[in-house]
């Protein structure tokens, strides 16, 4: 399979803090999304990035497939974006998703 | 368009027990997944389905089945539950083109179970 590490793996921000996640993975893919499992235990779909760079309000995501690499940044952290954030990929060849562990994020007033 | 859902939403077995999890999707897609995540850990693939009648394992199938009669249902079934069964099991579907692109994929709520 492919091996995704993701880090860090545990964060606490000051509300309004900035910040960035990696994702690093082993092979290369044509597929990677980011998700955010809020407190309620719901995955919810933030970006699918396989490659370059999109943005969703304070979110924005970069993926550079060639060195095997994404980077999730949160601006202006507010509360409601604490939670644990996964990245996963799938290759060109194979069926499969794989999961890194997650960057779980506390975001304190 | 619901998307994914997945019924129920908790539930509470014997050790010994059996139920089938449902999972059902309406936006057509052919590949369809069932992971198991514990406490405070990541998301772990069981069997996924890359359309009506293929199936194949995951990294943890063992004491489940699953079926896939049409696009649509992807059932999860727990024969014999055990106290390592308890967990939180999300379905989720995608769409994979025939040149091999593989598209976002998307989440139900999850079903929490507990075997006691």
Avoid at chain 1, 67 to 88: H, K, M, N, P, W
Wanted: glycine residues 10%.
């Amino acid at each position: 399979g492919i091996q995704v590490e993701q880090s860090p793996p545990d964060l606490i921000l000051q509300e309004g803090a900035n910040s960035t996640l990696r994702c690093n993975f082993s092979d290369s893919v044509n597929n990677l999304q980011w998700f955010h499992q809020n407190p309620w235990g719901q995955l919810i779909n933030l970006f699918y990035i396989p490659s370059g760079t999109k943005q969703n309000g304070r979110l924005s995501a970069t993926t550079v497939a060639t060195e095997r690499y994404s980077l999730l940044y949160i601006s202006s952290s507010q509360t409601t974006d604490s939670g644990v954030y996964f990245c996963a990929v799938a290759r060109n060849t194979g069926n499969q998703f794989y999961f890194g562990t997650g960057t779980s994020l506390t975001v304190i007033p | 368009n619901a998307g994914v859902t997945q019924t129920p939403k908790f539930r509470i077995l014997k050790i010994g027990q059996s139920m089938t999890l449902q999972c059902t999707q309406d936006m057509n897609h052919n590949y369809m997944y069932w992971y198991r995540q514990d406490p405070g850990m990541g998301l772990k693939l069981i069997y996924y389905s890359v359309g009506a009648g293929i199936t194949d394992k995951g990294e943890v199938p063992n004491g489940y089945n699953v079926s896939r009669s049409t696009t649509e249902d992807f059932p999860l079934r727990l024969e014999l539950a055990a106290p390592s069964q308890t967990s939180v099991y999300f379905c989720a579907s995608s769409f994979r083109t025939s040149g091999g692109q593989n598209n976002e994929q998307f989440f139900g709520p999850g079903t929490r179970l507990t075997v006691l």
